[in-house]
């Protein structure tokens, strides 16, 4: 099941084993197993998704760069 959060900080991501790239500010959908978060947004008309593992999710969200909605 989907879940709603704000990005609101430096979250990034990493594209293969190449280089970090962030996560834009604002609301995404969240999708959290055991082992990896999945982080979908909208980049004006343009999808964007990303899987981070779990321990950087919670990281994040400790820091409150992603701040979970209810």
């Not at 990005?7 to 962030?22: A, C, N």
């Not at 834009?24 to 999808?47: A, H, L, R």
Request: charged share 25%; aromatic share 6%.
């Amino acid at each position: 099941m989907s879940q709603q959060a704000l990005i609101r900080g430096e979250v990034s991501f990493r594209v293969g084993d190449g280089m970090l790239m962030p996560v834009p500010d604002g609301p995404v959908d969240i999708e959290i197993t055991e082992d990896s978060v999945t982080i979908g947004w909208m980049e004006g008309n343009v999808p964007g998704s990303a899987a981070i593992p779990r321990d950087d999710f919670d990281r994040y969200v400790r820091e409150g760069k992603i701040r979970l909605q209810q």
